[in-house]
């Protein structure tokens, strides 16, 4: 399957559950952080959705991703979107960071990011970071085949998130090759930081078969509806949230690459989930970062 047949549609909900049990979600309250408190001690919520190379990673995709935040109580003043044609690898690189630190964003706000963009693999530039000597990229809207000076590669991306504050950043890819984000030394791990990535760094990302949604974005959106919530706490944090998306993605990948081994003469494909969990520490790591406090 080609590379740009991965993709998804990220959900991001849960309210029915708190509904349902009485409780309001309190966004403005950032509960059971075992983080010392800082910041200006006003918990903002902030999410950065970027999605081009196809309609439906523009539209479908961001709208669920975007309306299930809002229906927790996220404020869409405080989500940016750079979707098709605007999702340039300049305006990745710089529009999000700029506005973050524009709206004042510090150590106790939330951020997220979600991008769903192809993805590839390309032999390992410096910093020579990479142990299967791939560095992986993300492709911008402005992206051209052959050119190397209009991909994103991890390398850059991860040094440009290091000018992100919030003690609080989960970061979604549903990219192909997106474990690669996080396999090299120079790459987004990070404490501080969840990252969730769509597959392993030698994989491609699957849609459900049939209805253009991509597999770990939607099992993730279905989670987070309440059924990820395994703790039964009220709270659905990242964690919690890949674990639940990440066996029936892989289940449903191996039923559609089975599906087009028979189609067609290609391998085999599975899709593997891949999460770093560096929150609060990846040294002493036993709190989950919370998307949606109860
Ligand atoms: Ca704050
Ligand atoms: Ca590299
Ligand atoms: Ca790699
Ligand atoms: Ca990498």
Known sequence: MACGASRAVFVLATGILMLLAGCAPALSAWHRSPVPAAGDGSVVHRAVVI???????????VDAVCDVLVSHGWQRDNMLLLLGDDATRDAILEEPFTWLHNQGEDADDV?????????DQTPDVAPLDEPDSLDEYVCPADFEPGDNATYLLDDTLAERFTSIRSDSLVAVFETCHSGGMLDGSSDLRASGRVVLASCAADETSFPVYLNGRWLFPHYLAQGLRGPADTAGDGHISAEEAFRYAEQPTIIRSAITGIFL??????????????????????????????IVPA
């Open 111 to 119: 951020t997220l990011f979600f991008f769903s963009l192809h993805g």
């Open 261 to 290: 081994f028979l189609l067609t003469p290609t391998p085999l494909l599975v899709q593997h989930p891949q999460m770093y969990d560096g929150w609060p520490s990846a040294a002493n790591n036993t709190a989950m970062l919370d």
């Open 51 to 61: 999605a081009a190379g196809e309609p439906r990673r523009d539209t479908r995709t």
